[in-house]
Each structure stands twice: as C-alpha cells, then as structure tokens.
C-alpha cells in the first residue's frame, strides 16, 4: 500500500479555497512537497516545506504541516478553473533523494 | 532552455517486442528516474540512477531495464517480459542531495497493439 495517503477526489467550486490534505508515515521525513499534474503531462512541483517549519505561504498557496500527526495539506486560495489537476504529495524519507508519492487527490473546479 | 526530454510522446508496442523510451536532460543533474503511472495507483518507481554507470531497481523493476552510459541520458527498455505495461511513463531527474526537487520530462504513453 501507499506510504503517503491523500484523498482521490475534490470537487471545489470557482473561487472558493481548496484544501487538499495528506497523511504520511517516516517521521524523519526531511522535506515534503506537492506537485500538481495537468492532463497528459509530467509533474511540476508547486511548493515544497522543510520539516523544520509549520507553515509556508507562497502567493494563493499555503502549505501547513503537522509532524506530530504526520499531517501535510495544501490550501489554494481563490481556486480557478485553471487549478484543475491532479495533485501530489511527496515525501523525502532519507538522506538521499528517492521521493515517496501518494496517489494523488483529482481537483475539479467548476464555475 | 534547460529541462527534460522524453520521446516518443506516444510507443505503440506488438506482442513480444521490447520496446525503448529516451529521457534526456541538459541540468547537469546526478541523479534520474523511472516512474509508471497507472490511473488511480499514483507514482511507482521503475528504476533510478544516482550516478552515471550506476542504476538500482526501484519498486516495480520486473520486465523493466535501463543504463546510464551518459549522465544526462536515462533510457528505460520496456522488455516482452512485462506482461501488462500499458501506462504513462515519467521521467525525472534531481541533484541527488540536499532539496530533492525532482523536475519531470513531460512523459510517454505506451500502448500495446
């Protein structure tokens, strides 16, 4: 099974806020990430958060992480329709950089 | 511009072929991989290379295999081995330390005649 769990699904409509939520496991987990992916393409990464902090905002994104949960989540403010994908977390469990993914929460905006 | 390369962008593959998929990068990056994506089942790692002329078997290695002649190249052979290897196939490449950014090729859909 998926060491990193996310929910598959998340239906938002148009200027709303998101939040898509991720449960992991290695709690020496040194950074954590999310990537979005769009139809028939490969992942960009959105924004990463060093395990040493709680919260990272970056523009409509603001990443929270909860280390004694082992509880990661991503909030996109003011949610378009190009927002739409499929997101990622991901996890750095060890020194070197294999990344543990989940299976990814599918977001549909709708107007 | 720098970044990653796959091609072809779709493989059609027969019965009993191998098959080979490029992936290329011009980051100057240690590190490369090979993921299958399958609908709903998210990322499984194939096989990844921390540096040239060294390769490890990742999750789901079987009927799979690569080489790492050069370090910014990475091609995965899809062998007749692999009995169920439809899917979407990425790429990636990261410096291998530190802030493991992974940056990802745009990706290659095998599909089985």
């Known amino acids: 099974g998926e060491d990193v769990e996310q929910s598959l699904f998340l239906s938002v409509r148009e200027g709303d806020s998101s939040v898509i939520n991720c449960t992991y496991t290695?709690?020496?987990?040194?950074?954590l990430y999310w990537y979005k992916q769009e139809p028939g393409a490969g992942l960009q990464l959105l924004t990463y958060i060093f395990s040493n902090m709680d919260m990272k905002q970056d523009q409509r994104l603001t990443v929270l992480l909860n280390k004694k949960d082992k509880h990661l989540s991503l909030r996109i403010a003011d949610t378009q329709t190009g927002d739409s994908a499929i997101y990622f977390c991901?996890?750095?469990?060890?020194?070197?950089?294999?990344?543990?993914f989940g299976a990814g929460t599918q977001v549909v905006v709708t107007p | 511009d720098g970044g990653i390369t796959q091609s072809p962008k779709y493989l059609f593959r027969k019965e009993g072929q191998n098959v080979t998929l490029s992936c290329e990068q011009n980051?100057?990056?240690?590190?490369m991989y090979w993921y299958r994506q399958d609908p709903g089942q998210g990322l499984r790692l194939i096989y990844y290379?921390?540096?040239?002329?060294?390769?490890q078997k990742g999750d789901i290695a079987e009927g799979y295999s690569v080489s790492r002649e050069k370090k910014e190249s990475f091609p995965l052979t899809v062998t007749s081995a692999q009995k169920n290897p439809t899917a979407f196939y990425l790429c990636a490449s990261s410096t291998g330390q530190g802030l493991e950014t992974q940056y990802f090729g745009p990706g290659t859909r095998l599909l089985v005649l």
């Open positions: 290379s921390q540096i040239v002329n060294d390769f």
């Open positions: 980051l100057n990056h240690d590190a």
């Open positions: 991901a996890e750095k469990p060890d020194s070197w950089g294999k990344l543990q």
């Open positions: 290695d709690s020496s987990s040194t950074y």
